[in-house]
C-alpha cells in the first residue's frame, strides 16, 4: 500500500466569529452536505480519527509498540490497544461514523467490545443491532 492509500483528509469549510468577551468560535455553513457531518457523534468521529492516527505512527515506525504509544499519549496502553481496534472496522462503517450516518445505537462504548474482524459479519451485526433496537 502507498502511503496516499492510508491517508483520509477530510476538508470543512469553517467560518470564524469572534463572541463577547473575544472568545472565537467555529461555525459551519449550513447545507445538506455537511450538516449530517455535524449531527453525528464527536465522540465516535474522535475516536476513529485518533485510532487511524496512532496506527500510522506505529506503522512508520516512530513507536515499536503499544506501550511506548499509551506513554508517549499519556493513556493506558489498554484504551489505545481497545481504540486500535476500530481500524480493524469495515471502510464504509468507518465513512458511515465519519458522515455522521451511524446507526443510532452505534456509541463509542458498544465499539470498544470485541466485535469481529470480517467486514461483511460486521456489517450483518450492526444491521442485526439496528433491528432489535426498532
Do not use: C, H
Not at 17 to 35: F, I, Y
Amino acid at each position: 500500500m502507498t502511503g496516499a492509500a492510508q491517508m483520509l483528509t477530510v476538508r470543512v469549510p469553517l467560518a470564524i466569529r469572534k463572541q463577547r468577551g473575544g472568545r472565537k468560535l467555529m461555525v459551519a455553513p449550513a447545507s445538506p452536505t455537511n450538516r449530517a457531518a455535524w449531527a453525528g457523534d464527536t465522540t465516535l468521529v474522535k475516536a476513529v480519527a485518533r485510532a487511524f492516527r496512532w496506527r500510522r505512527m506505529m506503522e512508520a515506525g516512530r513507536y515499536g509498540t503499544i506501550d511506548e504509544l499509551a506513554a508517549a499519549e499519556k493513556i493506558n496502553s489498554s484504551y489505545v490497544s481497545r481504540l486500535l481496534r476500530l481500524t480493524l472496522l469495515s471502510p464504509d462503517i468507518v465513512e458511515a461514523i465519519l458522515d455522521g450516518r451511524q446507526p443510532d445505537g452505534m456509541t463509542l462504548p458498544g465499539l470498544m467490545e470485541p466485535f469481529p474482524v470480517e467486514w461483511d459479519v460486521q456489517r450483518a451485526a450492526i444491521l442485526r443491532s439496528r433491528s432489535t433496537q426498532a
